[in-house]
């Protein structure tokens, strides 16, 4: 988004970092993600430029770049990552995630809790694939008590989600938040979240294959791009922490429009950020 690059930011509002990160690091799939959102995001439309003052003329946000991993040691990306959130979190209020496979998100959560205490969660996510034994990231983030789940809310979920997948939490499946719509949608996040400190997920694949081809996913059913920044507009109404946007695949989709939707996600968050500080607009 033409940011200033500053890779040890102090005294800022928020921070990109990027996670050049695979699940596996044998093909390189969503490790480009960051890459590829940074280059679009050049070019993107910044959200909020057409609602009063511009975004980044409202909020103090720079680019720290892209955190070291080795993509073949998978082992070593839950330390790395919660090492350099921590620094970034001493020193600046808030740090937006650009990803990289969903492993990262515990590793994300440990940071925030750290200086926030057991945050409440926004996900909107196809699927709940993640790392730990039960197959679902939510569950260590509780396990830990990173999070707390009386104040969680999956949103997009298709295929093996179910209501017991969100201990104490909300799930509003395809189907749901199909009967729901964004209106209702909100609404029930409001509720459930309130004034909690919370951690904003994004994986991209929450939308539909045909807004989001480079994602890996190939159910139909998931929500539009329009459906998903609209939902993302209530962000400013919450108490937003930390946020992630991940599972870009650029190898999965040529046209680049799964990169996109990504940076207008990242600048739609950006926004709501903004909102949610209560800076005049």
Known sequence: MRLPLDREPSARDLVVLGVPYDESGRCP?????????????ALAHVPGADRGPGTFDLVDCVDAGDIDLTPWDSGSLPGVLYKRLAHLLDGNAAVLLLGGG?????????????????????HLAADPVGPHPAGDVLHQAVEERLVDPSAVVRIGLRGAGGPGRAPGGVVLDVGRFGGLGV????????????RRPVYVSVAVDVADPAFAPGTGTRVPGGLTSREVLGLLRCVGDLCPVGFEVLGVSPPQDRSGITAALAAEIGGELIHQYARAQRIPM
């Open 102 to 122: 969903r492993s990262l998100t515990v590793a994300a959560l440990r940071s925030v809790a750290e200086r926030h205490g057991p945050v409440a969660l926004l």
């Open 29 to 41: 799939g969503t490790r480009l993600g960051p890459g590829a959102v940074r280059d679009v995001s």
């Open 183 to 194: 209106r209702g949608a909100v609404g029930v996040v409001r509720h459930r979240i309130g």
